[in-house]
């Protein structure tokens, strides 16, 4: 049976990834873990997720329990997710990240910890927008240079990064297939008079309102014609159940960065 921790247990998604783990085989909840001061520590995890009493009881510190773990689950914040991991490789734990927002240099030193020990990380652990990763690829690469290609993400109102991670993962598979700098063809929002949109541009839109858990659409315009595809999450529990599937998974690997792509078996090959 494989031992998990759940990081940010009290949140939106730790409740979901709670409750999947419960609902799942091979897999149990050893722990959870909030930030120091929040009113859930000390609480069982259970009661807090709405289920019946776990005996599990919600920490503050994930040192204290981290050594009789196998895989840690973090979907909390840059800052918190990269005390998780520097803890996962001190103490030779798999780890699952599905935070987003970290800078360039965050990702950097996610990279360097990575090789220290096993390490899923991924914007977006739904099945359905990893299936779109691959299919955007394969068109990209069919006409890519020859249509305009823009990009649109829309989340809740209380989502903190912006553009989200997911959008910036499939700005980022179009660039490398076309060879193109993001940080340069990378057009994150229009106003103004800009002049002619270029062949090279990517462009990244961002809205934020309500409750929408998650919608992403890529749109490849061509002359007289466009391919639109879209994905419209409609709750956090495919995520949940990505992060279980990947928490399940990567216990079993070599140390290393992996994503989703790995997770489901759609990469060919890795570089």
């Not at 930030?35 to 920490?59: C, F, N, P, W």
């Not at 990064?161 to 490398?176: F, N, R, V």
């Amino acid at each position: 049976m494989i031992k998990t921790v759940v990081m940010g247990a009290a949140g939106r998604m730790g409740n979901r990834i709670i409750n999947m783990i419960c609902q799942s085989e091979g897999i149990e909840l050893y722990g959870s873990v909030e930030r120091r001061g929040h009113s859930a520590v000390g609480k069982d995890v259970g009661q807090v997720s709405g289920l019946e009493t776990l005996g599990v009881s919600i920490v503050d510190d994930l040192n204290s329990i981290v050594n009789n773990c196998d895989v840690i689950i973090d979907f909390t914040t840059p800052m918190a997710s990269l005390n998780s991991l520097k803890m996962a490789a001190e103490n030779k734990k798999a780890i699952v990240i599905g935070t987003t927002g970290f800078s360039i240099e965050e990702k950097d030193y996610i990279h360097k910890m990575a090789n220290k020990t096993r390490c899923v990380l991924a914007p977006n652990m739904s099945i359905g927008v990893n299936v779109l990763f691959k299919i955007v690829e394969e068109i990209t690469k069919i006409i890519g240079k020859e249509y305009d290609i823009e990009l649109m993400e829309a989340h809740h109102r209380q989502k903190k990064d912006a553009p989200s991670g997911t959008a910036m993962k499939l700005a980022e598979i179009i660039a490398d297939v076309l060879n193109r700098d993001l940080n340069k063809v990378g057009i994150f929002g229009r106003k103004g008079i800009i002049g002619e949109r270029s062949r090279e541009e990517i462009g990244i839109q961002t809205l934020r309102g309500g409750d929408i858990v998650g919608e992403h659409t890529v749109i490849f315009y061509g002359t007289g014609e466009r391919i639109e595809l879209i994905h419209k999450a409609h709750s956090r529990d495919n995520f949940a159940k990505g992060a279980v599937l990947a928490a399940k998974w990567i216990v079993a690997q070599k140390p290393g960065l992996y994503d989703m792509q790995d997770v489901l078996g759609l990469r060919k090959e890795r570089n």
